[in-house]
């Protein structure tokens, strides 16, 4: 039997860390992702996520900022992140797309929506559940 997580349509071959500009007491050691005390995120080789959400196109200097966002939200999902970082996280998404050559227009209008759209995503009852396939 194979067990497996669906709604991923990308996993990363590498290791990507990103300082997100979070303190934490004490660090978060996970599977596919480490955040330590000085803000540091590693997301590790093999994490998967889905890319940017609802009608948005996955570009090129949209994926690293939505690689970075939907591992803060994992975090908060599962409740080893606070969820009041939510602000935190959907505002450093924007930066990052600005960062990746995304128009300014674009990165406001994408952070507008996911400050709309996607309250509670990052909450408990989201995390995507375990399926099983013969």
């Known amino acids: 039997m194979i067990r497996y997580r669906s709604g991923y349509k990308y996993q990363i071959s590498d290791s990507y860390s990103h300082n997100v500009g979070i303190s934490l007491a004490e660090e978060v050691d996970l599977d596919f992702l480490t955040l330590d005390p ?15 959400s609802g009608p948005a196109l996955d570009t090129s200097t949209f ?21 009041s970082y939510r602000d935190h996280a959907d505002d450093l998404m924007r930066k990052i797309c ?7 227009i674009r990165a406001w209008y994408t952070y507008h929506a996911v400050r709309w759209f996607a309250s509670g995503a990052n909450k408990p009852r989201n995390v995507k559940p375990v399926l099983s396939a013969p």
């Not at 939907?70 to 969820?83: F, G, H, K, N, T």
């Not at 600005?98 to 300014?104: L, V």
């Open 38 to 52: 000085t803000g540091n995120l590693v997301i590790k080789q093999g994490y998967a996520w889905d890319g940017p």
């Open 63 to 83: 994926m690293r900022a939505s690689l970075v966002h939907d591992a803060l939200y994992q975090l908060m999902r599962m409740e080893r992140l606070p969820d």
């Open 98 to 104: 600005i960062e990746a050559g995304m128009p300014t």
